[in-house]
């Protein structure tokens, strides 16, 4: 059975379920930002997944960034898997852009996270869920 790590869901949103993961959104309106999670019971690496499961996780990225990219045109799309404080299996996706606050570095650890204001993240949300949807590859059931 899977849990999600309670850090995770405290830091973001569940917005849909695809075949091996959550696509989740984190809740710092400062970035798009969003968190891959594989629903797979004590995934902690890439490399410890069944070769179908990591295919299936990278074809996800795939498409999560592909979309990302299309919504927000903006200049790069950062694929991060750490794992060093939260030990869980999961990809953060973010957008960036050269004048956004941290660029050209990291986002970890700067500043305080400002909650999305709801209209804005469901604007946001539905405009990328359908965004990912033109994908025919990628099978994605909104939350």
Request: hydrophobic letters at 45%; aromatic letters at 6%; glycine letters at 4%.
């Amino acid at each position: 059975m899977f849990t999600l790590d309670h850090r995770i869901e405290r830091d973001s949103i569940l917005i849909a379920d695809m075949p091996i993961s959550q696509l989740r959104i984190q809740d710092d309106q400062r970035y798009p930002w969003l968190v891959l999670v594989p629903k797979i019971e004590g995934a902690t690496e890439i490399h410890s997944l069944k070769a179908e499961q990591a295919q299936q996780l990278i074809l996800e990225s795939n498409a999560v960034a592909k979309a990302l990219k299309a919504v927000t045109q903006c200049k790069k799309i950062n694929i991060a898997n750490l794992g060093n404080v939260v030990e869980q299996l999961h990809w953060h996706i973010v957008a960036r852009f050269e004048d956004d606050l941290t660029w050209p570095g990291p986002i970890w650890g700067i500043g305080k996270a400002e909650p999305w204001d709801k209209k804005k993240r469901l604007a946001f949300v539905e405009s990328l869920l359908k965004e990912i949807q033109l994908n025919k590859n990628t099978n994605v059931i909104p939350i």
